[in-house]
C-alpha cells in the first residue's frame, strides 16, 4: 500500500471515528428528551389527578341548583307570610 491509500484510509477512519462520536452523542441527546418528557407526562398525569370530570362537576352543580331553588322557594313562602300576617294584623287594628 502506497503513502497515497494510507492518507486516504486514515481520513476514511477519522470519519468513521468522527460519525460515532456524532452517532453517541445524538443518543445522548435523544436520551435527555425522552426522559424530559417522560417526567413531563408524569408532570402531566398528576396535575390532571387534581381536576374534577365535567361529568361530576355537572352532576354536583345540578344537585346544587335544586337546592337553591327548593330553599328560595322556603324563603318565598316565609315572605308571603309575613307579608299576609302584617295585612291581617293591619286590617284587624285598623
Do not use: C, P, W
Amino acid at each position: 500500500m502506497n503513502e497515497d491509500e494510507s492518507v486516504k484510509i486514515a481520513i476514511l477512519e477519522e470519519k468513521i471515528r468522527a460519525s460515532a462520536e456524532t452517532l453517541r452523542l445524538q443518543a445522548v441527546e435523544y436520551e435527555r428528551r425522552l426522559s424530559d418528557l417522560n417526567h413531563e407526562a408524569e408532570r402531566l398525569r398528576k396535575m390532571q389527578e387534581t381536576y374534577v370530570n365535567q361529568t361530576l362537576y355537572q352532576t354536583q352543580y345540578k344537585y346544587l341548583v335544586e337546592k337553591i331553588d327548593s330553599i328560595m322557594k322556603i324563603v318565598y313562602i316565609g315572605f308571603g307570610i309575613i307579608l299576609a300576617l302584617q295585612l291581617y294584623f293591619k286590617i284587624r287594628g285598623g
